[in-house]
C-alpha cells in the first residue's frame, strides 16, 4: 500500500536519500499508522469492554499511544525539513530524533501504565468473557502490527530513518504483546484459567524493553556517535586516490540530521609542493565527497618531510616503539627539525578509547626510549583521543 501510494504521491519516490524524498515518506508512513492505529484502538476498546479483559483495553490504549506517536513522526519529518535560518544554521535535521526520541518516551510511558493495571488485576481477578468478535479482533490486529512493522523497517531503512526505526520496534512489539493477549484470552476461555492480569504484565515488560531500545537508537545520534564504517571507508578511498596526498588523519564528522553532514579532515602532501596545484587538488577532493557523500567537506592541508632519509628512518622508530606500547597506537604531523646543539621531534600520537596506558605514562615512555638511545633530542608531542 505504501508503494502504491508513493508512487501517485511522492515525484523521485525512488530517490530514497534526497531530503525532499525522505520528508515525504516520513510523512506517508505518519498518516498510514495514525489511521491504522486509530482503528486498532477503536476494534479493541469494543471488544474488551464486551470481554472484561484488562489486557485488550491496555493493548487498545496502547494503540491509541501508537496513534499519537505517529502524528509525532510525522510533524518530527515535516519540522525536519525546514531550510536553516539565522537561529539554525545547519538547518533542524536533528529534530526527527527528537521526534523518534518522544516516541520512545511515550512507549514506556504507556508500558508502566500497562504493567499498574496488570498488577491490579493480578491482585483482583475478573472472569473474562469469550467473544468470538475478540478473537478475530486479535488475530486481525496481529497482522495489521506485522504490516506495520514490516513497511517502517523497510522504508527507516531506505531513507536511514531512526525515528522510523523505532516506529517499527514498536509495531513488532506490539504484535507480540497482542499474542500473548490472544493466548490469555484462549487458555482463560478454555481451561478457566484467569492469567489475564499476568499476561498484560509480561506484555508491559516486553513493551518498557522496546522503549529503552527505542531510546538509545534516537538519544545516540544526538548525543554524537561515530561515523558509519563504510562512510569513513570511502572518505579514505576518495583523499587517497590521488596521488599528491600522502595521507590523512584527524577525521571529524558532525551530523546535525539526515543529509546533513559535515566532516573535516587533515591531509598529509610533500612540503616542497607546489601550493597551488595542492590547493586545486583539495579543491578537486572536496567537492568529490561532496558530490559522492552528500555532505560539506573541508581539508586541512598537513606539509611533512617525505623525502628526507633521517626523518622518516626516525618517524619508523618511533611508531615501531608506539606498537609495542599497544597496537591501536598511530602518529601523524611527523616533523624534525634541527636546532643548535639539539633536535626536536614534532608529532601527535592518535590514542584508541580501548587503549588502557594512561597519556601521561605513554608519554613519559617515549621520552624514556628517546633520551636512552638518541642523547640531544626533545619530543614535543600531542595525544589525540580517537575511536
Not at 204 to 211: C, Q, R, S, T, W
Not at 269 to 284: A, K, N, T, W, Y
Not at 297 to 307: Q, S
Request: hydrophobic share 45%; glycine share 8%; aromatic share 8%.
Amino acid at each position: 500500500m505504501i508503494n502504491f501510494i508513493a508512487k501517485h504521491w511522492i515525484s523521485d519516490y525512488m530517490e530514497y536519500q534526497n531530503r525532499h524524498v525522505r520528508q515525504q515518506y516520513g510523512i506517508l508512513c505518519g498518516i498510514v499508522g495514525i489511521f491504522l492505529n486509530i482503528f486498532l484502538f477503536a476494534g479493541k476498546l469494543f471488544v474488551g469492554w464486551l470481554s472484561h479483559s484488562i489486557a485488550i483495553m491496555a493493548d487498545a490504549f496502547n494503540n491509541l499511544s501508537d496513534a499519537g506517536s505517529s502524528l509525532i513522526l510525522l510533524f518530527g519529518f515535516r519540522l525536519a525539513g525546514q531550510k536553516p535560518d539565522p537561529e539554525h544554521p545547519f538547518g533542524h535535521g536533528r529534530l526527527e530524533y527528537v521526534a523518534g526520541l518522544i516516541v520512545s518516551m511515550i512507549i514506556m510511558v504507556m508500558a508502566v501504565e500497562l504493567m499498574r493495571s496488570s498488577g491490579q488485576k493480578i491482585l483482583h481477578p475478573g472472569e473474562v468473557l469469550w467473544h468470538t468478535g475478540t478473537l478475530v479482533m486479535l488475530v486481525v490486529s496481529i497482522l495489521v502490527k506485522l504490516y506495520m512493522f514490516t513497511y517502517n523497517r523497510s522504508y527507516g531503512k531506505k531513507i536511514a530513518s531512526a525515528a522510523m526505526g523505532a516506529t517499527a520496534l514498536d509495531s513488532i512489539s506490539d504484535a507480540v504483546a497482542t499474542f500473548v493477549v490472544l493466548i490469555s484470552t484462549v487458555v482463560s476461555h478454555f481451561t478457566g484459567l484467569q492469567i489475564d492480569g499476568v499476561c498484560g504484565m509480561l506484555v508491559g515488560i516486553f513493551i518498557m524493553y522496546a522503549g529503552i531500545s527505542a531510546a538509545r537508537d534516537t538519544i545516540n545520534p544526538l548525543l554524537g556517535q561515530p561515523a558509519e564504517e563504510c562512510f569513513v571507508e570511502r572518505v579514505h578511498e576518495i583523499v587517497l586516490s590521488r596521488k599528491e596526498i600522502l595521507g590523512m588523519h584527524d577525521l571529524v564528522v558532525h551530523n546535525y540530521g539526515p543529509g546533513r553532514t559535515m566532516l573535516s579532515l587533515h591531509a598529509e602532501v610533500p612540503v616542497d609542493g607546489s601550493l597551488v596545484e595542492l590547493h586545486e587538488v583539495i579543491d578537486e577532493v572536496e567537492h568529490q565527497i561532496s558530490d559522492e557523500l552528500d555532505c560539506s567537506a573541508v581539508i586541512h592541508i598537513d606539509p611533512i618531510w617525505a623525502k628526507d632519509e633521517e626523518t622518516q628512518k626516525m618517524k619508523k622508530e618511533m611508531e615501531a616503539d608506539l606498537k609495542l606500547m599497544d597496537p591501536g597506537l598511530s602518529l601523524h604531523d611527523f616533523r624534525m627539525v634541527r636546532c643548535t646543539g639539539h633536535i626536536r621531534l614534532f608529532f601527535d600520537i592518535q590514542e584508541p578509547y580501548s587503549c588502557r596506558i594512561d597519556e601521561k605514562e605513554l608519554i613519559e615512555r617515549l621520552q624514556r626510549h628517546v633520551k636512552e638511545n638518541h642523547p640531544g633530542v626533545e619530543l614535543v608531542i600531542c595525544v589525540d583521543r580517537t575511536a
